[in-house]
């Protein structure tokens, strides 16, 4: 394959000679680029076909030989982009500036960023996919044990969310944070190694190439969290005072003496349960995916041609979890759902169907690159606008019948329990974003102490006294997923945003709170042309402000759930 691709790009050369005699550099480089173009879309979208096929049937069956096939695709994919000679070609057409046409130059930047990424060593990068993997099965064996019995992160949570004995949260939270032992060298090691590539592709360290090459630029991400800590931290305390009182009462402590442990969470990153409200009794006799179908199909995207590919009831061997995934960029989405009649699952399938929608109604006779989301985090911004609606007692009244009455007993509840989630998950994703730049800027440094540092600054929970362990690196997704965490909050800036503005320029309503979003096909008229139909052709900011009027802002977020 690399010799085809070496050939493939010398006859490319020997064109823009031949044209170069007779039309302009700029004809001459974006006819290059077109031909280059047409060659990669020749030797990655069928492969990235067969990779998206043999994943899904991996989560389905969750046999070894189906993830094996994956894998192997996947290491041929990597090949195309890691090879040197296309993507020389890519850099002295970008060199020449040349390339004028809007949607070949956009194609051109989402093509450079995915060849820069796999321009270093192949050797290089197989070591890190090898060390990486070695400590994802570390996380996917340890269970903690207490008193003999093994017990799974699940179970901990489960003793976390409703013990009241302070020794035993106690005991539970410190166990299982053991696992950091265990990887903690392996992640720093991982992550010097990460430094190494960067620094070869000559950025600072591998947390500016990720943002960089995402399309982010460090300066402006950083300077949104300064913003919305700004924004939320009053908030916060108060809620949290809240939080403190709650809990002195629940474990008959001071306050000064509640520990991280007494927060019903290992990280203290979802919300612990405040209030009264039970939303769960509202979708114990539903069906959730008729439920989901009919609200969307009531906002003008239909989504029964997607229903019949997913696969959403639990089987044996299958993912756990739930994904969407857009098999082909031609149609062919799939959503992966485990369902069970309650409000956490209907969550999910709005959420999931959010993703599904933002797929299927992306241009189709865009060019394949740009037939995606804008970027991660926007079609995120989709799933949690939607997800968010299970929780809603508008939304529960004009679906699910329940009385005016009702509505009004749940409606304080409801709020200050969505409230409560955003804060301190914005907390605990602040702490999230820096201690990975933190790190990566100086993986040296006493990365214990700044976790804590982290934690405590954020969060407002006490270190407990002596303690020096590595917890940052319980936490998978600093070893496994790298760089990406910010994204899930700036999603949920932008879904306000979102809200915001359909609600204001689209219902011309003034209530956010009251919206249920229910039977009115200008949602998905919106969406569907301002943000959805776009796709990649347009950088993600840009899209955002030619959706919504103004670029991203926490500004919404914080009118949402702050003021």
Not at 222 to 241: C, G, I, M, P, Y
Request: hydrophobic residues 35%; charged residues 25%; aromatic residues 12%.
């Amino acid at each position: 394959m690399k010799t085809k691709f070496i050939l493939s790009i010398f006859v490319i050369a020997l064109l823009g000679i031949t044209i170069g005699c007779k039309t302009s550099k700029k004809e001459n480089m974006e006819a290059k680029l077109s031909e280059f173009i047409k060659k990669h879309d020749s030797l990655t979208v069928t492969l990235s076909k067969e990779i998206n096929q043999a994943s899904w049937t991996a989560s389905i069956t969750g046999k070894d030989e189906d993830y094996a096939k994956t894998e192997a695709l996947t290491v041929k994919l990597n090949n195309v982009y890691a090879n040197t000679a296309s993507f020389a070609t890519l850099k002295a057409i970008k060199a020449s500036n040349q390339v004028k046409d809007p949607l070949l130059g956009r194609q051109l930047t989402v093509l450079y960023n995915a060849y820069q990424s796999a321009a270093v060593d192949t050797a290089k990068l197989n070591a890190i996919t090898k060390l990486q993997s070695s400590i994802e099965k570390n996380f996917s064996k340890f269970r903690t044990e207490i008193k003999g019995k093994k017990l799974s992160d699940n179970e901990i949570e489960a003793i976390l969310k409703t013990s009241v004995n302070s020794n035993e949260l106690k005991e539970a939270w410190t166990t299982q944070k053991t696992i950091g032992n265990l990887v903690n060298q392996d992640i720093i090691k991982l992550v010097k190694m990460r430094n190494e590539v960067a620094k070869e592709l000559g950025f600072d360290n591998y947390h500016s190439m990720s943002m960089q090459l995402n399309e982010q630029d460090p300066k402006e991400i950083e300077r949104l969290f300064d913003e919305l800590d700004s924004l939320t931290h009053n908030t916060f305390v108060a809620l949290k005072s809240e939080m403190d009182d709650y809990f002195a009462k629940r474990y008959k402590l001071k306050k000064e003496e509640l520990m991280p442990w007494h927060y019903q969470n290992r990280f203290f990153q979802e919300a612990p349960k405040l209030y009264a409200v039970d939303l769960d009794k509202y979708y114990a006799k539903e069906n959730l995916e008729k439920l989901t179908a009919t609200y969307y199909s009531g906002i003008g995207l239909e989504i029964g041609d997607m229903l019949k590919n997913s696969d959403l009831y639990e089987k044996p061997g299958k993912n756990q979890h739930a994904y969407c995934t857009d098999i082909d960029n031609e149609g062919d989405i799939r959503v992966l759902c485990n369902i069970k009649p309650n409000q956490q699952w209907m969550g999910t399938m709005l959420h999931e169907f959010g993703h599904a929608s933002y797929d299927k109604y992306t241009d189709r006779s865009l060019p394949y690159s740009l037939r995606e989301p804008a970027h991660t985090f926007t079609t995120e911004a989709i799933a949690m606008f939607f997800g968010r609606l299970s929780s809603n007692p508008a939304w529960l009244q004009a679906m699910l019948g329940i009385s005016e009455a009702e509505k009004a007993k749940i409606a304080d509840d409801c709020y200050k329990t969505l409230r409560l989630e955003q804060l301190v998950f914005s907390r605990w994703v602040q702490v999230m974003y820096r201690f990975e730049k933190g790190m990566y800027a100086n993986p040296d440094q006493d990365l214990n102490k700044l976790w804590w540092d982290l934690v405590e600054k954020y969060q407002m929970l006490k270190k407990p006294e002596g303690r020096n362990a590595p917890d940052w690196a319980t936490k998978i997704h600093i070893a496994t997923y790298p760089c990406y965490y910010h994204n899930y909050l700036l999603g949920e800036l932008l879904a306000s945003q979102f809200s915001y503005y359909i609600t204001e320029k689209v219902l011309k309503a003034t209530d956010l709170k009251v919206q249920s979003f229910v039977g009115n096909p200008e949602i998905g008229k919106y969406f569907t042309e301002m943000v959805f139909k776009p796709g990649k052709r347009f950088f993600w900011n840009d899209m955002i402000e030619k959706a919504t009027g103004e670029k991203l802002t926490p500004k919404y977020y914080a009118k949402q759930f702050v003021n």
